[in-house]
């Protein structure tokens, strides 16, 4: 399958970021890499430290308070932390421009691979199938005011990961973000699936034959 990756710059200064202007003012710096749809919830884990001044826990307080998030944790990892939102999109206030995203990844293969953020651009990197490129461009211009800085190749075979089903690839990325395989672990198993929103069981079943089909790739 012939892919592509684009890249990204959002302004942070549109009226859908106003809600988290004061979240955005508190960030050193913040990556974000994992994303996923859990029927109409959207589930979100992003790095992200905080300034020196700022107190996580208050962040945390501030972002429940959000009507339409339904559930906020933060993991520390190192020297920064690990937070994790879900929250309703027919909810939230982009709900529309939500949608239209959602809509496009039914066409095809459309993955928001990383991004990252600071106080006046968001930049976000998208792969997606050849045939949607020009599709996907349009649809960011128009509903994020989105410019285009790079178009490349890509090619999805390299990673082992392709080779996993998408909620098999969720559910790993998840956990290993979340730092279920870190020693000591960050997170229990039973934590890791009410975040996700599934059973302990599944979780682990994700886990063990998205594990196994890595190492098939790898080992043979």
Not at 62 to 70: A, D, E, G
Not at 127 to 156: D, G
Request: include cysteine.
């Amino acid at each position: 399958m012939s892919m592509k990756r684009v890249k990204f710059r959002i302004p942070t200064d549109l009226e859908e970021f106003s809600e988290y202007r004061w979240l955005i003012s508190a960030v050193e710096w913040a990556y974000g890499d994992t994303s996923f749809l859990l029927g109409d919830d959207i589930v979100k884990l992003v790095e992200v430290k905080f300034k020196e001044e700022v107190e996580p826990k208050e962040i945390v307080e501030n972002l429940k308070k959000i009507p339409y998030i339904h559930d906020v944790k933060l993991i520390p990892k190192n020297d920064h932390f690990l937070l994790y939102t879900r929250a309703s999109i027919s909810h939230a206030p982009d709900y529309e421009k939500s949608l239209r995203l959602i809509e496009l990844q039914k066409k095809g293969l459309v993955v928001f691979e990383k991004g990252s953020m600071n106080f006046d651009d968001a930049f976000i990197y998208v792969f997606c199938e050849n045939k949607l490129v020009e599709e996907v461009v349009a649809t960011m211009k128009e509903t994020y005011q989105a410019e285009v800085l790079s178009i490349e190749e890509y090619v999805p075979e390299r990673s082992p990961l392709s080779k996993l089903t998408k909620r098999q690839a969720e559910v790993l990325i998840f956990a290993y973000k979340s730092g279920y395989f870190d020693e000591p672990r960050k997170i229990t198993l039973r934590e890791l699936a009410k975040m996700l929103g599934l059973s302990p069981s599944t979780v682990k079943e994700h886990l063990r034959k998205g594990l196994r089909r890595i190492l098939d790739e790898t080992l043979i």
